[in-house]
């Protein structure tokens, strides 16, 4: 039961353009946000998150908004740079008992700038 | 310094081999996972450890033996290998913040 859902496996965009990716979630109950970004032969690295009590978080070119109405989240990316290329995951901490944090994850989109 | 480091980075092995793959953070962290990404790039927790504690502990065939000697490793260790066990491995780790912290893979083939 995929609760995390990338549905676009990959994006190209142009160098300059902003890149949009897109991120669903099924459970309502979660409240906290996360983007990673993965390069190819290394583990995810932590990009940028949001609290369920705001709709919008910025940093730098990165800016994520929170649509919970619609359940949906996305990632901009403006202006997208070639070193932007990667495979972004979408995650979730759902919550399982104390001391039992975990993050579930989406399975990712890889988003190609084309310089 | 890399925060999360796991060896070997690359692992091939035959069938029914037993192999370990070792983790260690330098973060201070209390809690460690393992995380396993399967050829279909789905990112799943297999196991976490609390200060040496297990805490989760998925649907992962009990081929599958985390170990913690201390909350600054978390060290795998899989006996009789299938090929189903190919994969990336990645270690983790988090303090008290909403931040998992991960390693940067061991690629297993078992051929």
């Known amino acids: 039961d995929q609760q995390v859902k990338q549905n676009s496996p990959s994006l190209s965009v142009q160098e300059g353009r902003i890149s949009i990716l897109n991120c669903d979630y099924t459970n309502s109950m979660f409240d906290y946000f996360l983007w990673y970004k993965k390069y190819p032969a290394e583990g995810p690295t932590f990009l940028i998150s949001i609290s369920s009590i705001k709709d919008k978080n910025e940093d730098g070119r990165f800016t994520v908004f929170l649509n919970k109405s619609a359940k949906h989240l996305s990632l901009h990316i403006v202006p997208s740079q070639p070193g932007d290329s990667a495979v972004y995951f979408c995650?979730?901490?759902?919550?399982?008992?104390?001391?039992?944090?975990?993050?579930?994850f989406g399975k990712g989109t890889k988003l190609s700038v084309i310089p | 310094d890399t925060a999360v480091s796991q060896t070997p980075k690359y692992l091939v092995t035959q069938m029914g081999n037993d192999k370990s793959i070792k983790c260690e953070q330098n973060?201070?962290?209390?809690?460690m996972y393992w995380y396993k990404q399967d050829s279909k790039k789905f990112l799943k927790i297999m196991f976490s450890?609390?200060?040496?504690?297990?805490?989760i502990n998925e649907t992962v065939p009990n081929r599958f033996s985390p170990k913690s000697p201390d909350k600054a490793h978390l060290n795998l260790h899989i006996n009789s290998l299938e090929l189903g066990d190919s994969a990336v491995y990645f270690c983790?780790?988090?303090?008290?913040?909403?931040?998992?912290?991960f390693g940067e893979g061991s690629w297993l083939t078992v051929v």
């Open positions: 450890y609390n200060n040496k504690e297990l805490i």
């Open positions: 973060l201070g962290h209390d809690t």
């Open positions: 995650a979730a901490p759902p919550y399982s008992g104390a001391g039992s944090y975990q993050l579930t």
């Open positions: 983790a780790s988090r303090h008290r913040g909403n931040t998992i912290y």
